[in-house]
């Protein structure tokens, strides 16, 4: 009985061990990301998402600069930018309550 309670002692040790190793990893890899602007639930960098945004905004103001003649193409555009630009902020936030909860976990198990 004893050994095996100095077994299970060890084997804690360790896993507690592995634990921060793992954590810490976590920690690093979550830092890499912040540091390049990667959104890590989409894989791609936030530069890039706002570059999107940009030439999307720019494409309704050159459309909406050529007339009355594309003026629902123009509303439509503009519909679709008011979208994305609410998904993307949907999103954002959704990646920061996951940064915050993953920051909390290692926390809570440091």
Known sequence: ???????????NSQLQTENRDIRKQLDSCLLLLAA?????????????????????????MAAA????AKKQPTCNAIRSSTLWKEQFSS???????????????LLDEM
Do not use: C, F, H, W
Not at 65 to 68: K, M, N, P, S
């Open 1 to 11: 009985m004893q050994d095996r309670v100095s077994e299970l002692e060890r084997e």
């Open 36 to 60: 390049g602007n990667i959104d890590p639930v989409l894989g791609q960098t936030i530069a890039e998402a706002e570059e999107q945004n940009e030439e999307l905004q720019n494409n309704v």
């Open 65 to 68: 600069a050529e007339g009355d």
């Open 91 to 105: 999103d954002l936030e959704e990646m920061k309550k996951a940064m915050e909860y993953v920051e909390a976990l």
